[in-house]
Every structure is written in C-alpha cells, then in structure tokens.
C-alpha cells in the first residue's frame, strides 16, 4: 500500500473520529417528565411513517405542524408525538391519546417520519437553538429519541443538519440504530459547488462516517423504510485532469453499517494533498459499471472501474448512463434506466429490473453482468415514475401505470411489459382501470383476500382518498355493468376526506385510515390535525358496495338539509350545517338569549319557535321523528353519536389545543351563524361569545402596544442574522465546519321540547 493511499486512508479515519467526538459533544442528559403507564412492549409494524405500531399502542405525530412554530420543550401539543393503546383506537376512543413526545416532529420531506427500535421513538425535530443574535434556528433539523413511555428525551441531539428538507432513514443492523442521510449542497473541503454525499452516524458510538461523496443520484428503499441499503450512482474520477468522466457512470450500494471506504492510490497525482482534498470517498459496493467499448475510454480504465484495460478490450456495447427508478427491498428489487451513448434522446432510457440477491451475489461482475438491450422491461421508460408494482410468486407480474384517465394495468410477460394498444390485440394483457382524475398512489391493502389500491386524484386537488380492487381483468373494469353497480373493480370515493397533499401519506390500521386533514380554508388557517376514519363493520373492512352506501348516507344529510325552505325556517339551512359538523346543541339557546337579553330582540324575531324544533329534532334525531334514517348511533368518545353527525363518519384523533379547538369553533359559529351580540358602547368591558368579531378596545389598545414594542425592538436591534458556530457541530477538517448542527342548556322558549302543530302554532 502506498504512502499516499495510507495517508488518505489515516485522515478519513481521523476525519470519522473527529466527527465522533464532536457529536458525542451535543450528548447533555435529558428533560424530566413523568412515565406513562402502560406495557409498551412487542412486535412494531409500519416502521418509519407518520404512525408507528408498537405492541399494544399505536404511536403517531399529532398533525402537521411548522417548523417555525413553538418547538420549547413541553409546548407542542400540534405536531407532537402522541400514542393511543390499539383497545382504545378500536374502541373509537380517540380523545384517549397521551403526548410521548412534547417536540414538533417535522421534517420537509415525507418520505421518513418516526421510528420505533427497542424501548426508544426516534425521530426529527426543528432546533431550539439560538444564534448570536438570539434568534432560533428553527431551519435547522435536530435528530432526537425519546423513551416510549415518554421520559428520557435528550436536551441535545445525535447531530444537527442546516437542511430541514435532509432525506434520512433511522436504521437497525445487527443491534445497532444508525441515522443515514443524504446531504446535498454540502461543500465539505472548500468546493466552489457542493456536493451530494451520503453519511451514516452510529447512534451509539456517535460516529458520522462519510459512505459516498459526489454521488449523482440516490434511492432508498421505497417500501421499507427501515431498510439500512442505500443504492446511488457515482461518476468515474479522471485524477490525471482532476475530472469527472461524462458518457458514462456507475451503480453502487452501501449498508448503514460501513465504516471503511474502498481502497485506492492516489500517488501518481501531481501535488496531491489528502489533507486539504481527498478527491474520491467511496464506501460501496460496485454494481454495474457503465464503460463501454470507446477508445477513449477503454485506453483510461482507471482504479474505481470494475475492470482491467485487458478486460475492457473484450466489450462491444458503447458507454452507459444509468440513473436510478426504486428500490423494493421487500421483494428484492431493483429497477433502474439505462441509456446508450450512442443513443441520446430521452425517450429512448431503457427500463430495467434485476434482483437484488443476484447483485449481492459473488458471481455477479459489474461489467459483463450487465444485460442486454433486449432484456429490459420497457424501451421507453418516460412513465417510470408512475408505476407500481404488482408481484406474484416473487416477481413483478404486472405494472399499474398511472395516467388521466386512471391506471392501465399491463402484464410482465417474458419480462417485457405489455404495450399493445390496438383494438386487435389482447386486452387482458393491458387495460384500463378507470378512474375520475389521474391517480396518485397512496397504499394498498388487502381486505378479505381482496388487493385494493388507495389513491387519490389530480381532479380533487389531490387530497381525496378514493379506492379500487387490482385482481380483476378487463371485462371487471370495462365489461357491461348495470347502472349503480358498484363491486370491488368500482372505483368508490370514500366520503369527502381530504388528506394533505403535502404531508405524509395517510395510513391504514386495523381497518382504520388515519390521516392529517387538509387545510380547511373556509373554516380556519392551517388546520392540519389528525383524523380517522374507521371503514370497519363487523369486524371486516367495508366493501365497495358497503363504502357506497355509506357515502349515499353521509351525502343524504346536505341534501335533506338543503330542501328546507330558508324563508320559512329563517336561519336553519345553515345552523344544521353547523351542527353536523360540531353535534353542539348548547351553543343556539345562548346565543337566542343573547340577542333578547342584550339587544332586546323579540323571542321569534331571532329564530321561531319551528326552527328552533327543528334544530332540536336534528340534534337528538329520535327514530320515529324527521331524521329518523340518521338515528343510528356509534360510540365515538365515549358518547353516542348519530348517523346525521360527521363524527359518525370521521373524527378527530389525538389532543388539540385549547387555543386551536375556540379558533375552530369560532371559524364554523361565524360561518353558519349570527355573529354574538353586543350591547352598543359596551364593547370595552361587555363579555363577548367565543365568535365575536369584535375584540374590544383593551384588544385594539393591545395590539397597538405590540407594535410600538415590535418597533422599539427594531430600532435597538438590528436584525443581523448571522448562524452561530458550533462547537459540537460536527467538523471535517481543520479548515471546513460542517453546519450539522367545552354550560348548561338554557331554555329558551320555556319549553325547548315544546312541539308545534300543522298550523305552526305552539302548543300549550
């Protein structure tokens, strides 16, 4: 081994301790907090979303919060990380959840959430750390744990990254957690551009181990999260120029586990100092190397190809470019696209697909293991990014294409896919699932040995949750069906849920979707919590045919609603609105008494005795009365709730802060109701209802004070923002530092339960 490559490999190892040594430096004990009670051990399933099973609980984050918000210890109640035991979650318990976690966990991309190894939640959260200027860099991202019985949450962090869109995995191999991430724009030894680079730290050793630098592209394993491999694609270094090869590249991968990079000899470079520029840090294994038979390239067969200059004599293909489409390591696959040199449109990027345990095998050779042409599933791989897989016997069998009209589903015959579109040709080989809108995919699941996907669609914003059994053939989707047949190969909306479109995907579990709701702009800002909707039905998973039904019922409530005469019963179209939504039935007797205490109104000048009836008949909605078809009622919280209410249909999970749950209700009382009264002149000390408009003089004189305060602070500080160096931020070498751092009711009317004859006179 040469002196130069010894020493290269001596200030890596220098460069992974220092790394260590300065993460292990953020370590500073952790936040008192009282244990929850409570066997949280067992199995953990769906590992690295937004919800995570754990044994008898179901750990989830309490909604969509931003980065910028409150992130103090103990504050977050939206965005925390909460639990609720699988009894009550079933039981339709949902107010039962506990706070584990009182940080924001956020992250700006979803890709990953929380992880569950051993008795710990780890997971990512914006820092609380302050710059000079005493501002808090909540850009940044700091990686934490917390113990799940919601004690032992570390005051520091593992580590701290600058970019708070970092696409990360926490990782188990062998007994140990890692955290592996992708940095990009990371410049490490004073690069005039920044690199992409992958880094994996020990969580128990504290080490941050640099596994790739410079790689062009990079995926994880799309369907477990937890998976510890990463493949990338690297370009060829030309040491002589210091230059990276063009026309061709290479596949790699790397486990969460490497700590040693590659061997390789650096001392025919002129001048060169490892110190100051390593030049090429490769941890991985070589996968397919792209050289092709150009003599400009075979006569440069360099220390990083797979190959000698002997070898490279021998192959026929020109150079290859590959870039990476996804990773299943559940099933074992890999699929990628590859383009010829010779070849340079686009559309011509061939698709293929290889098993993983062939790539990992000892017999594989990165040149020659490379397939031909005429093996690659598709010659034109331009809707890639839209397939989902389906698998039989271990291999993928067929392909769901998205498209605008739904997904095509195409057959993997002879490892090509279906691409016939002629009326003459066989369409059991490649049809339509029809759908109203393109589809985005959301989950599958299997349902009673049913395959359904779970999607939403471009025509709804993107936010509903709709869903469609995959086992059918063509005559299922497209064949004669009588009018209002809905069977599994229907496509069915389920209910009006609307899920946000930029936040993690929703879940299924135990037959319930859980999901963060999307911002409901009629009611109030950024309102992203978590709510469920339970599909279950004597202890099966509704059908298509059962989910219509359902949404016949639920859309049945507006309809009825809306045929009410709004110039006969003045008011009560909107108030029956309202009171779907909520189910308040205290809240109308308060503000009918408001109007005649305050402002002196007559008692029907307001609202009449008949809408008042009628409120109140929605309400309790009695089986022999107007709403009778909506008397049927589920335990929701502990309290019936009937078939004429949303939270019959979907509720709210988890905890929401006082503050947020009077904004909510303040939001609907403004829009399906008059606003509360107030007694002219009065407005400074005269106590306002929950939805007053009016804040009062105290709040203008409030709000005016603020800003002189505001002001006064901008003059005497200027606002220079500058971010705070680090000593525990992690450091590769001396010369760079790596930013890693809810009354009674009240009667009314003297009888609330009076009842009003044809005539609509009120009875004595």
Known sequence: MSKSFTKIICIFVAAVAALGIAVLSAC???YKASALKGD?????????????EKGNYIYFINGKQANTADNTFGMPVKGAVMRISKTDFSARNYDAAETVV???????????GIYIYGDYVYYATPSTEKNSNGEIQNSYLAFKRTKLDATGTMKDYYI???????DYRYVEIDG??????????????GESTGCTNIHSVNLTTRANTLLAYNVDGYVFDGVDATNGRIYYTMKVKNLTTDSLYSNYNQIYTVTADADKPNEYDFSAVKDYDADKYPMYVNCGKLIFDGIGAIDSITEDVTQFNGITAEEAKEIKHSPYTYALSSYDGVNGMLYYTRISKVVESEGSKALFAVKESDLLSETHNCVKSNPDNSACLITDSAAAG??????KDGAPESVLIAGDAGFTKAKIIDGKITTEKHPNENYENRFLIRCDGKPTVLFTASHDGVNYIYYSLSSDGGDSINRVGIDGVNNDYNGYKPDETTDEFTSVNILDLDACSDWYKPEMIDGQIIFATETEADYVDDYNYIMVCDLRKEGKVLTNAQISDLNDLYEGITEQIDKIDAEVYENLPNALHYAFLTGDRDYLAKLIKAYTDILGYDEEKFWSVQ???KYYAFIDAKPDGEWGDYSAAVKVNGKDVAANKRDYYYTFLGAIPKDDNELYTEALRNKYLQSYPVKEGKEWYEPLGVNSELKGAFAVIGIVLAGLIVIAAAVTVPLVIVKKRKKSEPVYRKRYKVDTTDDKNINVYEDENSSVNKDGEAND
């Open 386 to 391: 839209n397939y989902t897989y389906l698998y």
């Open 28 to 30: 500073g004990g952790t």
């Open 160 to 166: 701290q990254l600058s970019d708070s869109a970092t």
């Open 611 to 613: 809408s008042v009836e």
């Open 176 to 189: 140990t957690v890692y955290l592996l991430y992708v940095a990009t724009n990371e410049k490490l030894y």
């Open 102 to 112: 009182p940080h924001i966990a956020y992250s700006g991309q979803y890709n990953a």
């Open 40 to 52: 949280y051990s067992g199995e953990v399933s769906s590992n690295g979303g937004f919800a995570v």
